[in-house]
Nanobody, 121 residues
Framework: QVQLVESGGGLVQPGGSLRLSCAAS????????MGWYRQAPGKQRELVAT???????NYADSVKGRFTISRDNAKNTVYLQMSSLKPEDTAVYYC???????????????WGQGTQVTVSS
């Protein structure tokens, strides 16, 4: 099976920084795109940032210039460095990865369990 495990969430003051990590493990043959999404209370889940295997990135307009997504292909891990955090960044953050499991021919979308980020003074 495949698991995505996030870490790094927490409580931070406005203007502060946090770094999220998400490690994929299990019977993984290859990982294509990886990304971060978030869901605030009462709102739909939204894209934050994505990164291709070769390192091309895409960001939501609301986080451009403040968040940086990166990945370590050797460790099957994606990161999200968040800076200049605002109260409106408060949400549960989920990582996502498109994975080809060993012994299969179909790519699948996998999600982490989510990590809470709260920005408040």
């Amino acid at each position: 099976q495949v698991q995505l495990v996030e870490s790094g969430g927490g409580l931070v003051q406005p203007g502060g920084s946090l770094r999220l990590s998400c490690a994929a493990s299990g019977r993984i043959f290859s990982i294509n795109d990886m990304g971060w999404y978030r869901q605030a209370p009462g709102k739909q889940r939204e894209l934050v940032a994505t990164i291709t295997r070769s390192g091309s990135t895409n960001y939501a307009d609301s986080v451009k210039g403040r968040f940086t997504i990166s990945r370590d292909n050797a460790k099957n891990t994606v990161y999200l460095q968040m800076s200049s955090l605002k109260p409106e960044d408060t949400a549960v953050y989920y990582c996502n990865a498109r994975i080809l499991r060993t012994g299969t021919v179909t790519w699948g979308d996998y999600w982490g369990q989510g990590t809470q980020v709260t920005v408040s003074s």
